[in-house]
């Protein structure tokens, strides 16, 4: 099987449903003829032209409710945020229009949009860019929320995001784009609320959250030296989540860590944990513990950024506290 980047295993996806779907356009600062600021949309502009492939000026409110009403009238727009930052300038419209118009038009109009951009802390992009935010959007009926870790699940979960008729936010990690991976090169979906077991074990499951699964990933690597048999699950989405891989997995093991690179107060890892005690209580043999990034904005300086993330050693030392207990 071939190896290609997450960049661009999601830009395949992207290419093969415009290519099939003539109403899918891509809306967004710098996307046009430069390609993006991530190369997202690289090479398309050549293929479509102005028409599929609008540049925008800075107006995230405006370009989000032009798309909206866009994808109520029958077309399939991708907002391409760059940073995903950018999308709070949108929240009215976000909110009150694109998650509630299929429950207030009793499912006669669909809302067949997909909003991506760049989350997670790297590069020293400071405050303003360095934000993930998911668990706001998870809070929110009528959003599908998407965290692909690798270039295959990219792929995959982007077409199936394409192929909907439901408002999606697919969120991309900035430290994962250049990260390869093997991808198929025939056509293939991966449905939403599936997570994948990345790795089988027996003592404690991890739940790793985005950019922490290949970080996860290399804790238990080391692990394994010491006896440990870790199972690591990544999520895939977070809404829907697949909450019953999460309690079958405990059920096995007796223990859980969940590891984010975002906050712990009111996050991701909060409601998992709250579903896993009043699902799997009786299955646990520890606490259920959780592993966030600092609860503060985000520093510039590339010492301080790399102080608020989660690493690998402190995953180790999580996993050792869990096993310990």
């Known amino acids: 099987m071939r190896e290609i980047t997450y960049t661009v295993a999601a830009r395949e996806a992207l290419t093969e449903e415009m290519a099939r779907q003539p109403s899918i356009f891509v809306v967004g600062e710098g996307i046009g003829v430069r390609g993006g600021?991530?190369?997202?949309?690289?090479?398309?502009?050549?293929?479509?032209?102005p028409m599929r492939l609008r540049d925008t000026p800075i107006v995230e409110r405006g370009f989000v409710g032009m798309c909206a009403g866009?994808?109520?009238?029958?077309?399939?727009?991708?907002?391409?945020?760059?940073?995903?930052?950018?999308?709070?300038?949108?929240?009215?419209e976000l909110i009150n229009q694109i998650a509630k118009m299929q429950y207030m038009s009793s499912g006669r109009l669909k809302m067949p949009i997909v909003l991506r951009g760049c989350i997670g802390i790297g590069g020293a992009s400071a405050t303003h860019h360095?934000?993930?935010?998911?668990p706001m959007f998870v809070h929110l009926?009528?959003?599908?929320?998407?965290?692909p870790s690798n270039p295959y699940d990219a792929k995959g979960l982007f077409k199936?995001?394409?192929?909907g008729d439901d408002p999606v936010l697919f969120l991309e990690h900035k430290s994962l784009l250049n990260n390869k991976g093997h991808v198929p090169e025939e056509e293939y979906f991966i449905p939403?609320?599936?997570?994948?077991?990345?790795?089988?074990?027996?003592?404690a499951t991890v739940v790793a959250i985005g950019s922490m699964v290949r970080k996860t990933i290399e804790a238990c690597d080391a692990l394994a030296g010491e006896g440990a048999s870790i199972e690591i699950i990544d999520p895939r989405t977070l809404a829907p989540l697949d909450i019953d891989t999460i309690?079958?997995?405990v059920h096995k093991t007796g223990r859980l860590?969940?590891?984010?690179?975002?906050?712990?107060p009111c996050g991701v890892g909060a409601e998992i944990a709250a579903q896993v005690m009043a699902r799997g209580f009786d299955d646990l043999d520890a606490p259920v513990q959780r592993l966030n990034g600092t609860h503060t904005p985000t520093p510039y300086s590339p010492p301080l950024e790399a102080a608020v993330v989660p690493n690998t050693n402190q995953i180790i030392q999580s996993i050792r506290d869990l096993l310990a207990e």
């Open 192 to 203: 939403f609320g599936q997570a994948a077991i990345v790795r089988e074990g027996t003592q």
């Open 141 to 147: 009926p009528g959003i599908r929320v998407v965290v």
């Open 257 to 264: 860590l969940i590891v984010d690179e975002t906050f712990a």
């Open 247 to 249: 309690l079958q997995s």
């Open 160 to 163: 199936t995001a394409l192929r």
């Open 37 to 49: 600021n991530f190369n997202t949309t690289l090479g398309l502009y050549d293929q479509y032209g």
């Open 70 to 92: 866009a994808a109520m009238t029958g077309s399939r727009p991708v907002v391409d945020f760059m940073f995903f930052d950018f999308i709070l300038d949108s929240m009215g």
């Open 130 to 134: 360095s934000g993930n935010y998911y």
